[in-house]
């Protein structure tokens, strides 16, 4: 059995570590609160950038843009959003799980498909099982702005247009609420399917052509899914890291519970031992 002095020890340092776990449970609702403002105020953007693009897109048929044109699919892109550290529960795994299956089933070679990675965690990940890591973002910040992954972002955009991938797929982090998000996979490009998702009937008349101003706006809109995506998976991160900071602050109280209960038992114990004793001793000597 550990000794008083070792249970003692125990304790404190338990108590040192919940103390921590308490503070960055603080911090991280804190961060969730604006992250989770971030993400709402991007709705009506992303809401009315995708109904004109779909009212566009479905009065301009023969515009044959690439980005709106599916093809034979020889190569594939996957955009992964993760964070940058751990201790944020199954954020990361859940993420990095699904996009690794996806693969697994659709490819048979690394020469099939590239990846994009927007946090450390997915693109160690990736890196180390030796995939085709061809844009990456780290060190980003806890409110991130569009600056922060416009490169990655456009190139992403870019490489499709250009013929290097045919299919761009992302996953990251939906956010439900503060204790659930899911892993969501969004196929970006091609936006072949864009005007029966935003349901566009509205009448336009455009200046100039259509065509022009789809040549603008459809990689402004593919780029604005990914910035979506990222304010989106931030506020799942927050809420994941808080709710796992929780947790952990909820362990540590049980363990100081039940270590505190060793404590007490076992010097009660070397009490009763030292009170035997010092009977015994009085006894022998009459």
Known sequence: MASLRDIKSKITSTKKTSQITKAMQMVSASKLNR??????????????????????????????????????????????????????????????????????????????????????????????????????????????????????????????????????????????????????EKKVLPLTDIAVETGATASYEFEPSPEAILEVLLPQYAESLIFGALLDGKASEHASRMSAMKSATDNAADMISSLTLVYNRARQAAITQEITEIVGGASALE
Request: proline share 3%.
């Open 35 to 184: 992250a989770e403002e971030n993400a709402k105020a991007y709705v009506p953007y992303m809401s009315k950038i995708q109904e004109v693009v779909g009212a566009i897109a479905s009065g301009t048929s023969d515009s044959g843009h690439p980005m709106l044109t599916s093809r034979p699919v020889k190569k594939t892109a996957y955009l992964v959003i993760t964070a940058d550290r751990g201790l944020a529960g199954a954020y990361n795994s859940n993420v990095i799980r699904a996009v690794a299956n996806a693969i697994a089933e659709r490819h048979s070679s690394s020469e099939e498909y590239v990846i994009f990675a927007i946090g450390r965690m997915g693109r160690d990940f990736f890196l180390k099982r030796g995939s085709n890591v061809i844009g990456e973002v780290v060190g980003l910040p806890d409110q991130p702005a569009f600056a922060d992954i416009k490169e990655v972002a456009r190139k992403a955009v870019g490489m499709f247009t250009d013929g290097t991938y045919d299919e761009l797929y992302m996953y990251y982090n939906h956010f439900v609420s503060a204790i659930s998000s899911e892993v969501t």
